[in-house]
């Protein structure tokens, strides 16, 4: 459940109340206006519309700079709330609203400093744990999973046709990516290893069964986040992390293995393209979207670009994936 506080002109009390109404919602309650002519309306939403409740109360309010929604997480409320008799609403999946969503996405892809010491310290933690073949200090780096973040911001954003996120999502990838490879590349170089390590030579080739695993863990990520399910979204992090292949990359480049550095190269950009496509098709399913009729033609134009783009782009992967195998 949620409630949605509506700070505004008083004007609007009557209209949120008929909102209210329309919807069925649990409770509707609201203060006396104080001196600039503003009320505080609060509604306690069932899990199930607080998306179309929402969307009501900014069609409502508009863009007034006199406005704010706040939007508040209820974990219990007595009385408990009756079942659902109406199964249209039963069948609808309990969904965290859009600007919830990004707002979690916008704060995993701000390009400060802690992003950065994220990305050098898990750089660091992969490459030791790969080669001392440790799979428990590799896990360590997967949970982390800065580079996991980037990649959801980029299909959330292509949904929405934003393409401010879209640039800012494809900038924290690129600078996330080029940290962890010069980490990578810099301790291959000086670090003398052999190449006796599971964890390390399992990262430089890849199959259709990595192929399948990336595919279903971008949709697993995307559901685990619109759900609110945070504990699941670990599991994916380990399932489909984007950091190892990145420092095995770069090991393989400083330590001038380069038909190695090949096959782990192929496995990052199969994952992060599995990833996007994946995570773009699920939030398509989970039906985010913009509110207006001019943003959801733009999304639409958006989303289009971005799945033919990406299932090209996996098609090109696999198809070198197979000459890879084949002939070397």
């Known amino acids: 459940m949620r409630i949605i506080e509506i700070i505004s002109d008083c004007g609007h009390v009557d209209t949120l109340r008929g909102l209210a109404e329309q919807h069925e919602l649990l409770d509707f309650w609201s203060t006396v206006c104080d001196q600039d002519e503003r009320c505080s309306v609060r509604l306690l939403v069932r899990p199930e519309n607080q998306q179309q409740v929402l969307d009501s109360v900014q069609s409502i309010i508009g863009s007034s700079e006199n406005s704010r929604v706040v939007?508040?997480?209820?974990?219990?409320?007595?009385?408990?709330?009756?079942?659902?008799?109406?199964?249209?609403?039963?069948?609808?999946?309990?969904?965290?609203?859009?600007?919830?969503?990004?707002?979690?996405?916008v704060n995993g892809i701000k390009l400060n400093s802690s992003f950065i010491w994220m990305v050098v310290l898990s750089t660091i933690v992969a490459s030791?744990?790969?080669?001392?073949?440790?799979?428990?200090?590799?896990?360590?780096?997967?949970?982390?999973?800065?580079?996991?973040?980037?990649?959801?911001?980029?299909?959330?954003?292509?949904?929405?046709g934003d393409s401010s996120l879209i640039w800012q999502s494809l900038k924290t990838n690129a600078v996330g990516?080029?940290?962890?490879?010069?980490?990578?590349v810099v301790v291959g170089y000086l670090w003398p290893f052999d190449f006796n390590s599971q964890e390390l030579m399992a990262r430089t080739d890849v199959g259709y069964d990595g192929v399948i695993l990336a595919l279903v863990a971008g949709a697993a990520a995307v559901l685990s986040l619109a759900s609110g399910?945070?504990?699941?979204?670990?599991?994916?992090?380990?399932?489909?992390?984007?950091?190892?292949?990145?420092?095995?990359?770069?090991?393989?480049?400083?330590?001038?293995?380069?038909?190695?550095?090949?096959?782990?190269?192929?496995?990052?950009?199969?994952?992060?393209?599995?990833?996007?496509?994946?995570?773009?098709?699920?939030?398509?399913?989970?039906?985010?979207?913009?509110?207006?009729?001019?943003?959801?033609?733009?999304?639409?134009?958006?989303?289009?670009?971005?799945?033919?783009?990406?299932?090209?782009?996996l098609g090109l992967l696999v198809v070198f994936m197979q000459f890879w195998h084949d002939f070397f």
């Open 177 to 184: 990516v080029m940290i962890a490879l010069l980490i990578s």
């Open 71 to 105: 939007i508040m997480p209820v974990e219990a409320t007595i009385p408990r709330p009756e079942a659902v008799e109406d199964s249209e609403q039963k069948n609808k999946s309990a969904t965290r609203t859009r600007e919830e969503l990004y707002q979690t996405i």
């Open 229 to 313: 399910w945070s504990n699941s979204l670990v599991g994916v992090m380990v399932a489909v992390a984007l950091l190892p292949p990145a420092a095995t990359l770069g090991l393989m480049l400083g330590a001038a293995k380069f038909d190695l550095a090949i096959g782990a190269g192929l496995l990052l950009a199969i994952n992060v393209v599995c990833v996007n496509l994946s995570a773009k098709l699920a939030f398509i399913a989970k039906g985010v979207k913009p509110r207006t009729w001019i943003e959801k033609n733009k999304a639409r134009q958006s989303v289009t670009v971005s799945v033919i783009f990406w299932l090209v782009s």
């Open 128 to 160: 030791i744990g790969l080669l001392a073949d440790n799979v428990a200090v590799v896990i360590g780096a997967m949970v982390i999973a800065p580079l996991l973040g980037p990649n959801l911001a980029l299909a959330f954003a292509s949904a929405l």
